[in-house]
Every structure is written in C-alpha cells, then in structure tokens.
C-alpha cells in the first residue's frame, strides 16, 4: 500500500471535451473465448477513428506481454489483471479518448470494480460513461471457432482453468448493449454499437 502521497489536481474532464469535442467513455467488450471480442472491437475502434474520433483498444492477449506479464490465469490473477485495465481504461477515458477493452472478464464482481471506478468523481467532474458490451454467443459456437485452438488443449486438460470449460464465466445482468456474433456480421455488431453510442448522445456523427 502506497503511503506518503498526495492527489494531485488535473484539468476538468469539462476542459478536456470542450477542448477535443469529444467525449471520454470505456466500452467494456466481455464474453467467452473466441466469441469474437478482439474482431468486432477492433473493427469498432477503426470506424471511431474514420469518424475523426479518437479511440484505442486494450486487448485482453496484448497486455499480459507488458503491462501484466507477471500474471497468471488464477481466479485472484484474473481480478488483478481486470483491476489493472480498468485503471488504464479510466485514464483514456479520462483523456477524452474513447477506450475499448476486449477481455472475457469472467466476473460480474470484477466487472462491477471496473464499473464503480468509472463512477468515482474527482472535484466536479462527471462520472466517466462505462459502457458493458456483451458478446453473447453459445459455447458451442465458440469451441467451433476455437481460432487459437484453446478449447481444444482445455477438453484434453493441457490448459487448466480455462473460461467455459473448468473455470466459470458470469454473464452479465444488464448489460447496455447485446451482440451476437454468430447472428449478425461484424459490420452489422459494429453498426449497432454506434448507433446506440448516437441515440445515448455519446457520439455525434455528422452526416453528409
């Protein structure tokens, strides 16, 4: 624990969007392995930027070669590794960057930590919009795809504790948005996502 230190005031979350014109928000993509988080996720953050909006993706493999590298796949390495990309989802959002998480973040509880920190209000400003995109497709699904063939080592015991297979995966109560990508294409998930973000008032896409 972290003594002898001292929170040190920043620019308003207000200063940043009236100076960007754009506001800071998490999209929180969560659901099994090979659900297809990582696809529709980066497809998304490629349309933010057509749109003149900045945006960046966390992906759930990229950051265990660096920022969580020192973790496991234990249920107490999970809720770190989860506790971690919040933090760092918070401070792009923070920026007035729209982040983007891809991880199967199995756990409602750790879910809700991302959620609260969201919420957590520093001064005047306002809470930081976290939006939980659940991808939601039968394991079924996912095990035939099993791109990385992960499922596969996970049935024949190679790969212990493994989401859907000998460790659990909570799916979320209410979730803001709901994707099924084995019924819909990636264009179409992406197509979605957006025009919620514009009917929330999140994002203003201007047409030609």
């Given at each position: 624990?972290?003594t002898n230190i001292?929170w040190?005031?920043?620019l308003s979350?207000r200063?940043?969007?009236?100076?960007?014109?754009?506001?800071g928000?998490?999209?929180w993509f969560?659901?099994?392995?090979a659900?297809?988080?990582?696809?529709v996720?980066?497809?998304?953050?490629?349309?933010?930027?057509?749109?003149g909006?900045?945006?960046?993706?966390?992906?759930?493999?990229?950051?265990?070669f660096g920022?969580?590298?020192d973790?496991?796949f234990s249920e107490?390495d999970?809720?770190?590794?989860?506790r971690r990309?919040?933090e760092?989802a918070?401070l792009f959002?923070?920026s007035s960057?729209?982040?983007l998480?891809?991880?199967?973040?199995p756990?409602r509880a750790d879910?809700l930590?991302?959620r609260?920190?969201?919420?957590?209000q520093?001064g005047?400003d306002?809470?930081l919009?976290?939006i939980?995109?659940y991808v939601?497709?039968?394991?079924?699904?996912?095990e035939?795809r099993d791109?990385?063939?992960?499922?596969k080592k996970?049935?024949a015991?190679?790969?212990?504790e493994?989401?859907g297979?000998s460790a659990p995966y909570?799916?979320p109560e209410n979730?803001?948005?709901?994707?099924?990508t084995h019924?819909?294409?990636?264009e179409e998930?992406?197509?979605?996502i957006?025009?919620?973000?514009?009917?929330?008032?999140?994002?203003?896409?201007?047409?030609?």
């Amino acid at each position: 624990m972290a003594t002898n230190i001292t929170w040190h005031p920043s620019l308003s979350r207000r200063e940043r969007f009236e100076t960007r014109g754009q506001r800071g928000m998490t999209i929180w993509f969560t659901g099994l392995s090979a659900s297809g988080k990582s696809t529709v996720a980066t497809a998304l953050e490629q349309h933010l930027l057509h749109l003149g909006l900045a945006s960046y993706r966390l992906d759930g493999d990229n950051v265990r070669f660096g920022l969580n590298k020192d973790l496991g796949f234990s249920e107490k390495d999970r809720n770190e590794n989860i506790r971690r990309i919040a933090e760092v989802a918070k401070l792009f959002a923070d920026s007035s960057t729209i982040a983007l998480t891809s991880f199967i973040s199995p756990y409602r509880a750790d879910r809700l930590v991302a959620r609260e920190l969201h919420a957590a209000q520093q001064g005047d400003d306002e809470p930081l919009p976290f939006i939980e995109v659940y991808v939601e497709v039968p394991i079924e699904v996912a095990e035939q795809r099993d791109p990385k063939g992960l499922y596969k080592k996970a049935r024949a015991g190679e790969i212990k504790e493994f989401t859907g297979i000998s460790a659990p995966y909570e799916a979320p109560e209410n979730p803001e948005i709901v994707i099924k990508t084995h019924e819909k294409s990636v264009e179409e998930c992406v197509a979605q996502i957006v025009e919620w973000l514009q009917a929330k008032g999140y994002i203003n896409v201007k047409k030609a």
